[in-house]
């Protein structure tokens, strides 16, 4: 099977009686991507992923997974991707190992090398009953699960919860290596410093409504850093006066600091038409103060 798009949404909406899960989202991800779906706890991420997995059934509007439409074709959209939920259960009594086994005879198809490969990479312990794991080491096994069948779109929900540093790091070279592969991620956070590290684009959904769609790195151009040029001579800050996005120019001889919220290479381009520019420091924006920043911003149109 092949496709431009992974998940296409149409006014995709789901009530809960008067509760407003999902209000009319419009979203497409496209193959060839990590794209992270942020907000936090009750935002409407995990009604979203349900709803378009037909596990529950929208209020109104419409989604398509692989080109297929999430309820008629429902059973086919299986065969295609991996999904972690947020909340994977598992049988308690079997091992990892086992557990791995199960669902790779069910499924079939499964490459015993690439689970083997997997595991090790994870550093999952699948000789231990699922029960007696710690968080981490069962997400381990749930990882596995997800990603044994080489599926062309995998849908993680808060998959990193309980891993610590080092088997973060690797799992996400691992989300790299399925967008490299010209499959899809989509990964449902409410942490943006786990989606920014491996994101090409974010979706960012507050109280059941898509707020923004950004690419990382367009999202992290909006934010104010601080920007230091070193010069070989003396500078004056009124050439930086006119460069949108400079704020609160501060000059010390061949220094200039100043707050930036807009692109870099405008600024270097200006910069360096009137001097010699020696250094470039910059201190970067955290993007979860971006993140917060569109909730603050959010708040203030609805009061």
Do not use: W
Not at 40 to 51: F, L, S, V, W
């Amino acid at each position: 099977m092949t496709t431009q798009h992974a998940i296409v949404t149409q006014r995709l909406t789901k009530h809960y009686g008067e509760v407003e899960a999902l209000v009319d989202l419009d979203l497409q991800v496209e193959m060839g991507e990590v794209f992270g779906f942020l907000g936090p706890n009750g935002a409407g991420k995990t009604t979203m992923i349900r709803t378009i997995l037909d596990l529950i059934r929208p209020t109104a509007g419409k989604a398509s997974v692989m080109g297929l439409d999430s309820h008629e074709d429902s059973v086919e959209i299986r065969r295609h991707i991996g999904y972690l939920p947020s909340d994977l259960a598992m049988y308690p009594d079997l091992t990892g190992r086992d557990m791995i086994t199960y669902f790779a005879n069910l499924r079939g198809g499964v490459d015993r090398g690439h689970v083997s490969d997997i595991a090790d990479r994870l550093q999952a312990d699948l000789g231990k009953k699922v029960g007696d794991l710690s968080s981490g080491n069962r997400q381990k096994v749930g990882l596995i699960l997800t990603f044994m069948s080489r599926p062309e779109l995998i849908i993680m929900d808060e998959p990193s919860t309980g891993l610590d540093p080092l088997v973060q790091r690797e799992f996400q070279m691992m989300m790299r290596e399925v967008a490299a592969d010209g499959r899809c991620v989509f990964l449902s956070s409410h942490t943006l410093s786990e989606v920014q590290r491996v994101a090409d684009r974010v979706g960012i959904i507050r109280s059941g409504r898509l707020v923004d769609v950004e690419f990382v790195d367009d999202l992290r151009s909006k934010a104010i850093r601080t920007v230091e040029l070193q010069f070989d001579g003396l500078v004056d800050a009124s050439v930086f006066a006119g460069v949108p996005g400079v704020r609160e120019v501060e000059v010390a001889g061949h220094h200039a600091r100043m707050s930036f919220d807009g692109k870099m290479d405008h600024l270097l381009s200006v910069a360096t038409e009137h001097y010699t520019l020696v250094d470039v420091s910059t201190e970067e924006a955290d993007l979860e103060e971006i993140f917060l920043e569109y909730y603050r911003d959010q708040e203030k149109v609805g009061t």
